[in-house]
C-alpha cells in the first residue's frame, strides 16, 4: 500500500499580528510506502504535526492531495474516510488521548471494536508486557502517570497491525529505557509490513529510520 | 467493549454530571405526568359527575340548604339528609313536561356504637330510577333485597361483610365502580331498607324530622324533562307548594364544577409549561457546558477512526438514555405521589377526581418518555453538533 502526498499545503489564518495568513506546510510531495520507517525532524512550530495530521486524514490540506490506493482522502465523505482510517490507519497523538471511561485494555482493543476486527488480545497482551504496562489492563487512565499513558497510546496504535502508524513524538513522556523500547516496536511494525511515520525531536530516532525527512518554516526536505 | 456501548459507560463513569442531568429530566418528566392524570383525573371526575347526577333537575326541600348543600353531598361525600312528603314525587310526576321522575332517601349514619362508621346511606327505586342503577348494573346483576347494601368505591367494608347502621345489620353485595364524587362514600340500598333503616334511627332516638310514615318519605327528586321542558318546568315546580322545594339544575351544578376545573387545569398546563422551558434551557445549557468538558475526548474519538456521526450519535445516545432513566424515575415518583394521595388531592381541590385506569396511565406514561426522550434529544442537539465538530488538534498538539 502506498499513501501519496501531493503539492499538500495548508494555509492558517491568524486573528492578530501583521500578516494574516501563514503558510504551515509549503508545497510538499511525500510517499508513504509499507515496510518502511520515515522519521520527520525539524524545529518546533516548523509544521510536522500538521503535515502529519494532513496525511492521517485528519485535518483537509489548503492545497494538493493525500491518495491511498488511487483514492483520494479529502474527496471521500466524512463516513467513508472515517472508514477508511479505522481500517487502515493508527495515531499516536502528541497530547493525552485516552477514553476516561474504559479501562487500560478497553482503550487499546477499542479502535479494532471501532473498525469491527476481531480484538488482537494477545497481541495487545504480548505489547504490553514488553512495555511493563499488562499489570495495568485493568486500572482506568485517570489513574496512570504521563509514561504510561504514552505507552498505553502506543500499544493501542501497534495491537492492531494496522497499515499506516502516524506517530507525533512517541517517546515524549518516556525514560530512555522506554524510549528505546518504542522506537524498537515501531521499527518492528514496519518490518511486519506497515508504513510508520515518525515526527520526533529524539536525535536517536534517525537510527531506526529508513528515511529521514526534515522541515523548515513548513519546508519538506530529506535529509 | 463495543462502540454503542459507550455513551452507558461514559454516564456510569461520571455519577455526578449524569445526575445532574437526570434530576433536570425527572422535573419534565415529573411534571408532565403528574400534571396529566390530574388533568386527566378531574376531567373524568366530571364526567362520571354528569353520568350520576344524570338529571335535567334536582328538587330538593326549600329547607336542605338550611341543614347541607346537596351538591356537597353529592362532590365532596358531605353526609347529611332533609326529608318531604313522597306525594311530592307523585305531583312532579303529574307535572306536564316530565318524562321520568324518581326518588332517592338520605340517612347519615354516626360515628356511635349503634353504627360501623358515618356515611351517606341513599335509598332509591330499583323500579323508576335512571342514575344509581345502571352504575350499580356494571357490578351487580341481580336485585337488591332487604337489608342488602352495595358500597361506594371509598367506603371501607368488602363484599359479603356487614355493616351496621343503626342497629341493623347490613351485607355489603356489591362495591361500585369510582367515579371520583362524594358518591364514592356512600352506601346505598332500596327504599324499603331505607324505610326500615329510617325506622330503627328513629327508635334509637336520632332525631330526623319525620312527620308520620318513615316509608312516606323522599329527600330529593331526580328529574327528566321531556326534551326541551326543562327550564317550563323547572319553573312550573318551583311554584309548587306544600312543601316549597328548590330545584337543582343538574348542568348547573357540572357548569360550576366545569369552571373551577378549567382553573385549575389553566393553573397546571401553566406550570408545566413553565417547569418545560426552565428545565429545556437548563438542560441545553448543562449540555453544552459538560460537552465543553469533553472536547478533548471527543477528539481522541476522533483520531482512532470514529466519524463526525459517530461522535455526534454518541452524544445523542447519552442524551437519550439521560432522559430514558430521568423520565422512568419522574414518573415513578408521580406514580408514588398520586396514587396514595388521590384522597387528599381531591379534597385538596374540592372536585371530582377520577384517576383514569391502568391502561390510560400505561399510555400516559409511554406519552410522558417519549416526550421527554424528545426534549432531551433536542436539548442535546447543539452539544452533540459542536462535539461532532470537534477541533483534532485539541489532542494532536500537546498541551492544547
Known sequence: MELIASGLTRRFLRHSGESNAFEAVRPADLTLRSGEMTVLTGRSGSGKTTLLTMLAGLLRPSGGSVTLDSRDLYRLSDAELSGLRAKHFAVIPQGASAISSLTVMENILFPTALAGKKPPVSEAEALMERLGILNLRNVMPGELSGGELRRMAVTRALAGSPDFVFADEPTADLDDGNTVLVLTLLREAAQNGASVFVVTHEKDAAAYADRLLHMDAGNLTNV | ????????????????????????????????????????????????????????????????RGKVDPEKIWLQGTTGYYYMSASKLEEIRGMQGVAQASAQVYLASLRADCCSMPIQVIGFDPETDFTIRPWIGERLKADLGPLEVVVGSRVSAGVNETIRIYGESCLVIAR?????????????????????????????????????DPARV??????????????????????????????????????????????????????????????????????LLLGGERRREFAALRALGMSRGGLAGIALKEALLVSLFGGLIGIGLALLFLLPFSGLIESALGLPFLQPGWQTMLILAAGTLLAVCAAGSMASVFSARRLSRVDISTIMREGA
Not at chain 2, 49 to 56: M, T
Not at chain 2, 194 to 210: F, G, S
Open chain 2, 1 to 64: 467493549m463495543t462502540p454503542h456501548k459507550l455513551p452507558l459507560r461514559n454516564l456510569l463513569r461520571r455519577p455526578g454530571r449524569t445526575a445532574a442531568l437526570t434530576v433536570l429530566v425527572v422535573f419534565l418528566a415529573l411534571s408532565l405526568f403528574a400534571g396529566s392524570v390530574i388533568v386527566m383525573s378531574l376531567n373524568s371526575g366530571l364526567g362520571s359527575l354528569e353520568n350520576r347526577l344524570g338529571a335535567d333537575l334536582i328538587v330538593v326541600p326549600a329547607t336542605a
Open chain 2, 218 to 287: 323522599v329527600s330529593a327528586i331526580y328529574v327528566k324533562a321531556v326534551p326541551g321542558e326543562a327550564d317550563r318546568l323547572e319553573t312550573a315546580i318551583r311554584q309548587t307548594r306544600n312543601p316549597k322545594v328548590t330545584v337543582i339544575r343538574a348542568r348547573t351544578v357540572t357548569s360550576d364544577v366545569e369552571r373551577s376545573l378549567g382553573g385549575v387545569a389553566h393553573t397546571i398546563t401553566v406550570l408545566i409549561v413553565c417547569v418545560w422551558i426552565l428545565a429545556l434551557i437548563l438542560l441545553t445549557a448543562a449540555f
Open chain 2, 176 to 212: 361500585l365502580a369510582p367515579t371520583g364524587t362524594g358518591l364514592d362514600t356512600a352506601v346505598y340500598c332500596t327504599m324499603d331498607t331505607m324505610a326500615a333503616l329510617l325506622q330503627a334511627a328513629r327508635d334509637l332516638n336520632h332525631e330526623l324530622k319525620i312527620d308520620g
